[in-house]
């Protein structure tokens, strides 16, 4: 299995809820990743997590609030959200952080209304 | 600061032609380089790697140049597809630190028949 999956493929929330992504991968990788892409952008990164610890925070809001269950999943916490949120949220792996390929998955694109 | 930039945002083919797709970088002590490609609604999807120690590297019908000199960096697709046609991002591994790919602006291959 060389896959990333996320869900939902797609999310429209308001202002005031709460809501979660969700990623999973079964390549045994220790190292997980949520970037942000806006349209016709590159993708930003936002979080880094190595062998389940938060490595990295790009200094994102806390209304995203990641979390890392366990090694194959990693969760994106999403509350009080503003309309220039709105965006596609990339999951990706690699073996571990370092020079490694990063694996992403389909993305959840994100509507805050 | 850090950059990674690409020298044409689209790029127009005709079927069975080559691609040339060209990425230019500005950290002299950066040594390990992704070529992704984004279809439409899709992530990104890994194409091929080089490290500094390499200046050229074949996968199918793709190869990766790069020229440390200069720091340049290149994506030659051969035999052009309609499939190949996508938004192709370079993105510099070194740059933020092994932990974080730092990806260029993206250059949009559009593959006529």
């Known amino acids: 299995d060389t896959e990333v999956t996320q869900t939902p493929k797609h999310l429209v929330m308001g202002m005031t809820n709460k809501k979660s992504l969700k990623c999973e991968q079964h390549?045994?990788?220790?190292?997980m990743y949520w970037y942000k892409q806006k349209a016709k952008k590159p993708p930003e990164l936002m979080f880094v997590?190595?062998?389940?610890?938060?490595?990295i925070n790009e200094s994102v809001p806390s209304r995203f609030s990641p979390e890392c269950p366990n090694s194959s999943l990693l969760n994106l916490h999403l509350h009080a959200l503003q309309p220039e949120d709105s965006a596609l949220y990339l999951c990706?792996?690699?073996?571990?952080?370092?020079?490694?390929?990063?694996?992403f998955g389909p993305g959840t694109r994100l509507t805050v209304t | 600061g850090e950059s990674v930039g690409l020298h044409l945002p689209t790029l127009s083919v005709q079927e069975g032609d080559n691609s040339i797709i060209n990425c230019a970088y500005s950290?002299?002590?950066?040594?390990?380089f992704i070529w992704y490609k984004q279809e439409s609604g899709k992530g990104p999807q890994f194409i091929i790697d080089?490290?500094?120690?390499?200046d050229k590297r074949q996968g199918q019908r793709v190869t990766v140049l790069l020229n440390k000199t200069v720091k340049h960096l290149s994506l030659q697709i051969a035999a052009t597809q309609p499939g190949d046609s996508a938004v192709y991002f370079c993105?510099?591994?070194?740059?933020?630190?092994?932990?974080?790919?730092?990806f260029g602006a993206g250059t949009r291959l559009a593959v006529h028949p």
């Open positions: 990706a792996s690699s073996l571990a952080v370092g020079a490694y390929e990063q694996y």
């Open positions: 390549m045994g990788h220790r190292a």
């Open positions: 997590y190595s062998y389940e610890k938060l490595s």
């Open positions: 950290n002299s002590a950066s040594d390990y």
């Open positions: 080089i490290r500094s120690n390499m």
């Open positions: 993105a510099d591994a070194f740059s933020g630190g092994y932990n974080k790919l730092i």
